[in-house]
T-cell receptor, first 108, second 113 residues
Framework: DAKTTQPNSMESNEEEPVHLPCNHS???????IHWYRQLPSQGPEYVIHGLTSNVNNRMASLAIAEDRKSSTLILHRATLRDAAVYYC?????????FGQGTILTVHP | AAGVIQSPRHLIKEKRETATLKCYPI?????VYWYQQGPGQDPQFLISFYEKMQSDKGSIPDRFSAQQFSDYHSELNMSSLELGDSALYFC????????????FGNGTRLTVT
């Protein structure tokens, strides 16, 4: 499986935008870029995914670099409920392979 | 909207006992995945089923087995439990198709004493 690299941790203030980066220089043409998050003692939660074009949904936006070697998850206005571990995962099909994610801390 | 349902939420077993975890996928989802998450670790893929057939296998011990039934629910059977099996076990479901997202349940917390 192609590998992703994310910062170990990031901090944000409530109601400010958050940009979570992910590097995936070995991405293949069939890999979708998926983002999931996990709150303490809960199952992972789907956030967003994309292939080549930027994507928006009610939770977040996904900005994908033109060469697809990096992407950024954008939370437009962080809330305390957004504090979680965020995983960037490359997935052609089937299972998700979780690596080290980014622990996001949101300060009131 | 209906979510993935896992039962039981908590389970306490002694070493060498057996345990059965159940997973009820979202209606019309044909693929089920099982994950194990130890304390302070990331979720690790165990096994998956598509249309009641095993579709992929990860780091699942030989002491564990799983199956998907005709109604698409799945069960993870764990025998000869060890202390190291204490973990959160998550089930996820999805529709087939490469980009279909996985939807996870809230897990079963297994404690082996």
């Amino acid at each position: 499986d192609a590998k992703t690299t994310q910062p170990n941790s990031m901090e944000s203030n409530e109601e400010e935008p958050v940009h979570l980066p992910c590097n995936h220089s070995t991405i293949s043409g069939t890999d979708y870029i998926h983002w999931y998050r996990q709150l303490p003692s809960q199952g992972p939660e789907y956030v967003i995914h994309g292939l080549t074009s930027n994507v928006n949904n009610r939770m977040a936006s996904l900005a994908i670099a033109e060469d697809r070697k990096s992407s950024t998850l954008i939370l437009h206005r962080a809330t305390l409920r957004d504090a979680a571990v965020y995983y960037c995962i490359l997935r052609p099909y089937g299972k998700l392979t979780f690596g080290q994610g980014t622990i996001l801390t949101v300060h009131p | 909207a209906a979510g993935v349902i896992q039962s039981p939420r908590h389970l306490i077993k002694e070493k060498r006992e057996t345990a059965t975890l159940k997973c009820y996928p979202i209606p019309r989802h044909d693929t089920v995945y099982w994950y194990q998450q130890g304390p302070g670790q990331d979720p690790q893929f165990l096994i998956s089923f598509y249309e009641k057939m095993q579709s992929d296998k990860g780091s699942i011990p030989d002491r564990f087995s799983a199956q998907q039934f005709s109604d698409y629910h799945s069960e993870l059977n764990m025998s000869s439990l060890e202390l190291g099996d204490s973990a959160l076990y998550f089930c996820a479901s999805s529709q087939s198709g490469g980009s279909s997202p996985l939807h996870f349940g809230n897990g079963t917390r297994l404690t082996v004493t």
